[in-house]
């Protein structure tokens, strides 16, 4: 039998990611609350590296809450590109991003980060500062990741800077706890992808035959996120039929915890040089200079841009 996977960018359609804002309030979840407290720490060290008149290219920018850090200790940044494939929940917050930074010129896109995307014309000269946070990239594979690095760094350009969070491989029982709070909210946002599948596609999923199933692969340093069903069933999707056994498992998003040196490695493979790294020993930010050899891809006019 093949094992059944999901990729975890479908979690965000607005439910997800209203939920996702939820998990980064619990107490279990460090990421979010240890990435805000670097980068307040260190936000004038890290807007000293932007180049005057830039624009900063976010990656899946959700709330863009921690872009607002950058954003207010840097007078250098003209431009901030949000580009996030959750496109109802990308609009929530523009008005009051527009009210605290009247100067900026705000160009959200709602992309699927990892296709080719263009900067629109006005902003296309700009120098460009890439921003991926929330360790959104141990989402990937680690030769994935490699990858969608070389991506960015075909987005921003050669020589261009990229702030990036990465979570660092820690005790065990902290990470098992950050993904299986007391609350169940994560529980919720991994099940939301089965309501999203029934809501979207006419499926019969039924939510209370799954459970949510996360723990610590320590050989993969990875946390695994499953939904595990808890007894044999068959399910319709789109004229489809797909059977369940008991305690099989849907693999819905792997969480790659890393090392400094150990992202270090993979962004030296990946065309960037590490500059600086800030860590609280739970978190890590990294600024990466792009090498020789990233292209900046060139504008062409496109019809997906929201205005
Ligand atoms: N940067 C925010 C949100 C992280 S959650 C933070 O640090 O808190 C991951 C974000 O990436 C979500 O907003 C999700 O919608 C977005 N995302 C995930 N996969 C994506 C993809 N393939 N293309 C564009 N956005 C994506
Ligand atoms: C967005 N991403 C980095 C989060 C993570 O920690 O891997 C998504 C998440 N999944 C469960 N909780 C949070």
Redesign the pocket.
Known sequence: MFSKHLP??Y??DLP??AL?ERI?QLPEYYP?RC?IGILQDNAPAIASMFPPGCALV?????????ARILLGAAASVDAYIP????GD??QQDLAQLHRDFPRLAVHPLV????KPFVIPSRLAGLPRVGF?????IG?FEPQEAGQFLRHIGGVIGRGSLLII?IDLAKEEGLLNRAYNDAEGVTAKFNLNLLARINRELGANFNLAAFEHYAFFNGDKSRIEMHLASTRRQRVRINGATIDFGAGETIHTENSYKYTIPSFQALARGSGWTPVRAFTDGMFSVHALRAEAGHQKSEFRSRKSEVK
Do not use: A, Q
């Open positions: 975890p960018k979690f965000y997800g990611s996702f980064t979010t990435e976010e990656f899946g920018s959700g709330s863009s809450r921690k580009v996030d494939i959750s929940f990308l992309e699927d980060f990892t991926f946070p929330g360790s959104t989402n969070g």
